[in-house]
């Protein structure tokens, strides 16, 4: 959907007086039910037996909702930034990528910290409507970031324990 306000040097169209979608928020939002939808799948196979062959659609249903998780993360990346609120919301999608992506847990502790950095990078600041709107989706998708955190996959109890020393130490678990 189109919008007519007017533009920033930039590109970028000002502060609306009500929110609309653009294809980055609009993408966003269906972003955040898929995270909550694989966390729950995550959660699943971590509360049971769940190597035992009848638990084995569980691994499915996780991997399926992981899909759901990357297809629209790389929509957004490929989108266009429409105004300055979309900016935070695609940092924090590529954010969630990383995360979902990383190799160990100390790379996703290293990389979830970053939601703790004052640089802003992160939130999206005023009174408008439509940051209001952006920060509160950016401020579900830290929740969620919280919950993966709390996932055996993402941080493993045994790896922290055993990386952490003097030399390496890996930032704790939020």
């Avoid at 996703?108 to 004052?118: E, G, I, K, T, Y």
């Avoid at 996932?151 to 390496?168: K, M």
Wanted: net charge negative; charged share 20%.
């Amino acid at each position: 959907m189109a919008t007519s306000s007017p533009t920033t040097p930039f590109g970028v169209t000002k502060p609306s007086a009500h929110f609309t979608h653009t294809e980055i928020s609009r993408t966003f939002s269906r972003l955040i039910g898929a995270v909550s939808t694989y966390i729950e799948a995550e959660r699943d196979i971590e509360d049971a037996a769940s190597w035992h062959p009848a638990f084995l659609h569980w691994h499915r249903d996780a991997e399926t909702a992981r899909t759901q998780v990357l297809t629209p993360i790389d929509r957004i990346r490929s989108s266009a930034v429409v105004r300055l609120e979309d900016l935070p919301l695609k940092r924090m999608a590529l954010l969630l990528f990383a995360l979902i992506e990383s190799g160990s847990s100390s790379e996703f502790l290293r990389l979830a910290a970053c939601l703790d950095q004052p640089d802003g990078l992160f939130d999206c600041p005023g009174t408008d409507p439509v940051a209001r709107r952006v920060e509160a989706m950016l401020t579900a998708a830290r929740m969620q970031v919280a919950d993966l955190t709390s996932l055996s996959a993402f941080v493993d109890p045994l790896e922290i324990a055993t990386a952490n020393s003097p030399d390496h130490p890996v930032p704790a678990a939020a």
